[in-house]
């Protein structure tokens, strides 16, 4: 099944939200036919049910990292032109697909687009809407610990997303693939993958947005 959206969900299925979170990226994909992509990893914890139109569950048998678990889960996704990654303990916003799908049509150089990520336990703060570079050379989150951006249908240039809850035009992420076609550099596990990314994606001539 084809699909103008595909998201993939990298999951070791320990998160407490990751009921919530799954209703809410199934409520997303719904009106857009999107399909889904869930990337269980390890037998530590049962994954969840996908019992609808769309959904495909990919089973890793051992915890890989995010970085192996997203390529998985990207190259499953058929020929969707838009890939959403979302993490399992992230619930998203209504609307935010709609919103991070028109930023990139309407900004064609973009290769990706996030939001603003709220932090769970004090949703007044951001946990971060963008990926920067400090004085040495760290990557950071943008606006980290600060309050949260009221919403808005307007965007702003970053140098990168964070891959935690984003949205990828697909086309941008084959050109600059790795080896073997894979779009995070694997040895990096669960760190610095979507910065590494960032850094590929900016050197190629494309832009990063927030919304």
Known sequence: MSA???????SLGLSPLGAEALAALRDELAPVGGTLVWVHQGRAARPPRLDRPGERLLELPEAAGFARAANAGIAAAGDALRIALVNDDCLLEPGWLECLTRALDTHPGAAAAQGVNLQIERPGLADGWGLAFNRWFEAVQLGHGEP???PCVSSLEIFGVSATAALYHRPALAAVALDGGRVF???LGSYYEDAELALRLRAAGYAALAV
């Open 185 to 187: 550099d694997e040895r």
């Open 4 to 10: 103008r959206v595909a998201a993939v969900v990298p």
């Open 148 to 150: 949260a951006l009221a």
